[in-house]
């Protein structure tokens, strides 16, 4: 299994709070991806970068933001969270060569924001 | 913008029989990867096959083949012989060859395998 760790696995919290997740890799990857998956929308991306401190937007990217200081972290920061941002949170890693390398994925975080 | 569509949101059927997943995408890119990523109850992301668009022959894992119909945008998944491990939810998954290597996912398909 490719070395991915996710912190935390599970976190309950409050409307207006910001909030943090980590994304841990040992495989020295360049590309780095978070995800979000909700009921009937599938896995849908929200920043991915692609070295260190060079990340860009996804397709859900309002709301999050995300930082890249070293190869192996990725984080993602809801600045102020809302009800709408409960969801499970993916991350992961990518290789750029050969090409047609498949993501690997970590094993998610259950974000709920009540 | 590319977008992919599964448009069964569950299915059901009993051991040892076949079942196929239906995926379609719709793009305006000549090359491409397609995938398809099977979650069990566990939440893990796990490759099942993927299918490069260049190529003609369609993918083959063991008990997992696709149907690639370019021209048709068509990237189905057969499970032949299904088992009581292959519950779990299955996304196809498109991505371009160029830049960064995202994946757009359709909805999921909750595929049931009876016993």
């Known amino acids: 299994d490719a070395g991915i760790t996710q912190s935390p696995r599970h976190k309950v919290t409050e409307t207006g709070t910001p909030v943090t997740l980590r994304c841990h890799q040992t495989?020295?990857?360049?590309?780095m991806y978070w995800y979000r998956q909700d009921p009937g929308h599938g896995l849908r991306l929200i920043h991915y970068?692609?070295?260190?401190?060079?990340?860009d937007k996804g397709e859900v990217s309002d709301g999050y933001s995300v930082s890249r200081s070293k190869t192996e972290d990725f984080l993602l920061t809801l600045e102020s969270a809302t009800s709408s941002q409960t969801s499970v949170y993916f991350c992961?890693?990518?290789?750029?060569?050969?090409?047609?390398?498949?993501?690997?994925f970590g094993d998610g975080t259950r974000l709920s924001i009540l | 913008a590319q977008t992919v569509t599964q448009s069964q949101p569950e299915m059901s059927v009993q051991e040892a029989e076949t079942v196929t997943l239906s995926c379609t995408y719709d793009?305006?890119?000549?090359?491409?990867?397609l995938f398809w990523y099977k979650q069990p109850p566990s939440r893990q992301m796990i490759l099942v096959i993927r299918?490069?668009?260049?190529?003609?022959q369609n993918a083959t894992e063991n008990r997992f083949s696709v149907n690639f119909q370019k021209a048709a945008k068509s990237f189905s998944l057969k499970i032949s012989d299904s088992q009581l491990g292959d519950t779990a939810m299955y996304f196809c998954?498109?991505?371009?060859?160029?830049?960064?290597?995202?994946?757009?996912f359709g909805q999921g398909t909750r595929l049931t395998i009876n016993p």
């Open positions: 992961a890693i990518s290789e750029s060569q050969p090409f047609n390398q498949p993501q690997h």
């Open positions: 495989e020295n990857h360049r590309y």
């Open positions: 970068s692609y070295g260190v401190k060079d990340t």
């Open positions: 793009t305006s890119e000549n090359n491409y990867y």
């Open positions: 299918q490069e668009a260049y190529k003609q």
């Open positions: 998954a498109f991505m371009k060859l160029q830049g960064a290597q995202k994946l757009v």
